[in-house]
């Protein structure tokens, strides 16, 4: 299955790894969780690159994703990553595209009313 189809994987174990408090999350800690997550999810996958978590961390703080105000923070030579105030992603409203989307999808589904199967 190809990693695009495991973004919303990505994104909510990102947004874990930010919301915790309790730990400081480095790029490497971040890769590695969301590595785990999708190997548990499908025990084929193969992970992402950190090019890709690059590009997921730029897209989760854009106003196009889910404009998260992600603070990153340096300890000594050590960079970590965490959101500057309370925020998740599961607690943000729809966007212009995936509201597209969902009545793109709803339009489809509907077509399918009444059908027995």
């Known amino acids: 299955m190809p990693v695009t189809k495991n973004a919303l994987i990505r994104y909510s174990t ?16 971040i890769l590695q969780e969301v590595n785990d997550a999708l190997l548990y999810n499908d025990p084929k996958s193969s992970g992402i690159s950190k090019r890709s978590l690059r590009y997921d961390l730029n897209y989760m703080s854009s106003a196009e994703g889910y404009s998260a105000p992600i603070l990153v923070f340096g300890i000594g030579r050590k960079r970590y990553y965490r959101y500057e105030e309370k ?19 709803i339009q489809v589904l509907r077509k399918f009313e ?4």
């Open 14 to 29: 990102i947004d874990k790894c930010l919301n915790n408090t309790g730990r400081n999350y480095s790029f490497d800690d």
């Open 114 to 117: 009444g059908r027995p199967e």
């Open 87 to 105: 925020f998740s992603i599961h607690d943000h409203p729809l966007n212009e595209s995936e509201r597209v989307q969902m009545e793109s999808l």
